[in-house]
């Protein structure tokens, strides 16, 4: 899975499609979020640390499922 779907997925998960709200989860401005999504960038100790329950598989790889809490269900 493409780092740009990665990184909208956490958007609509964690702040329901919005951009600002999760830059500000993240601890970054909204320009720099862009910038990721258009450079298919993904700061994975940012995102992993700020995002609970988040699986850290399918953040790096783009497999299996978003959370920890899908995969023991």
């Known amino acids: 899975m493409d780092k740009s779907i ?3 997925r956490l958007i609509n ?3 329901s499609g919005n ?3 999760f830059a500000q989860k993240i601890g970054i401005t909204p320009q720099n979020l862009s ?3 258009a450079k298919k960038f993904i700061d994975y100790d940012r995102i992993f640390t700020n ?3 988040l699986s ?3 953040l790096l790889t783009g497999e299996g499922e978003m959370l920890e809490n899908a ?3």
Do not use: D, G
């Open 6 to 8: 990665r990184l909208q």
């Open 19 to 21: 951009k600002s709200q």
């Open 13 to 15: 998960y964690y702040c």
């Open 35 to 37: 910038n990721w999504i």
């Open 71 to 73: 995969q023991k269900n």
């Open 51 to 53: 995002c609970e329950n």
């Open 56 to 58: 850290a598989k399918w």
